[in-house]
């Protein structure tokens, strides 16, 4: 079983949908990155958290330490949006950078 | 400022060849991490350097090497290339190496023939 398990693995929605991802993982962290990769490979880093809640615009990131649970939520979504997400963590037995990823969610926001 | 860069970003070498990639990361960060993008085994941790030691270092073969340099700018190393090699080599950096945001580079896409 990987470390990161991320649902769904492909999404397609409709411009304006309400999009949820969700990032389940089973070790234990000191931080939750939500990353965000175009066509190309240019990977984006959209929020790091390590409890509670972030909203950035659309974007909110949710996390629940307790039950190893994190939400990304894209509010009215854009064909902009189109994109893969990729939950990774920050493993709190290792030291440093070291990030360990899932395996990705390709959202696809149609027109 | 300027973001972090990757030199080369396209790359065809040859089995048996070795390479070496660049990485020059965001002003005043310390740290640089690099990855290995690839269709069949996603996004994986190859190693970490902070203040040119390396602190981390994932499960690949010696084939793969790194350094960093005293102005943080990092060099990663493949030798004896394999087609299984074939992939996109992401950097990234960071203030320090704790508790930090990650800025990555564009990456650069290595094919082996």
């Known amino acids: 079983k990987n470390e990161v398990e991320q649902s769904p693995q492909n999404l397609t929605a409709q411009e304006g949908e309400f999009i949820t991802i969700n990032c389940s993982y089973s070790?234990?962290?000191?931080?939750l990155h939500w990353l965000q990769q175009h066509p190309g490979g240019g990977i984006v880093s959209l929020f790091m958290?390590?409890?509670g809640k972030k909203k950035h615009g659309r974007l909110i990131a949710t996390i629940n330490i307790q039950e190893k649970h994190s939400s990304l939520h894209i509010t009215a979504s854009h064909p902009r949006d189109s994109a893969v997400y990729i939950c990774?963590?920050?493993?709190?037995?290792?030291?440093?950078?070291?990030?360990?990823f899932g395996e990705g969610t390709q959202l696809t926001v149609n027109p | 400022k300027a973001g972090v860069t990757q030199t080369p970003r396209y790359l065809i070498k040859t089995r048996g060849q070795q390479v070496t990639l660049s990485c020059s990361p965001i002003?005043?960060?310390?740290?640089v991490s690099w990855y290995q993008q690839t269709p069949g085994q996603g996004l994986q941790f190859l190693f970490e350097?902070?203040?040119?030691?390396?602190?981390n270092k994932g499960n690949f073969p010696g084939r793969f090497s790194g350094r960093q340099f005293s102005n943080s700018r990092s060099e990663m190393n493949v030798s004896t290339l394999e087609l299984g090699d074939s992939a996109l080599y992401l950097c990234?950096?960071?203030?320090?190496?704790?508790?930090?945001?990650?800025?990555f580079g564009p990456g650069t896409r290595l094919t082996v023939t």
């Open positions: 990234a950096s960071s203030w320090t190496s704790d508790y930090y945001e990650q800025y």
């Open positions: 070790v234990g962290i000191s931080a």
């Open positions: 958290l390590s409890s």
């Open positions: 990774a963590v920050r493993n709190t037995e290792t030291s440093g950078s070291r990030l360990t």
């Open positions: 002003s005043g960060h310390r740290s």
């Open positions: 350097y902070f203040s040119e030691t390396q602190r």
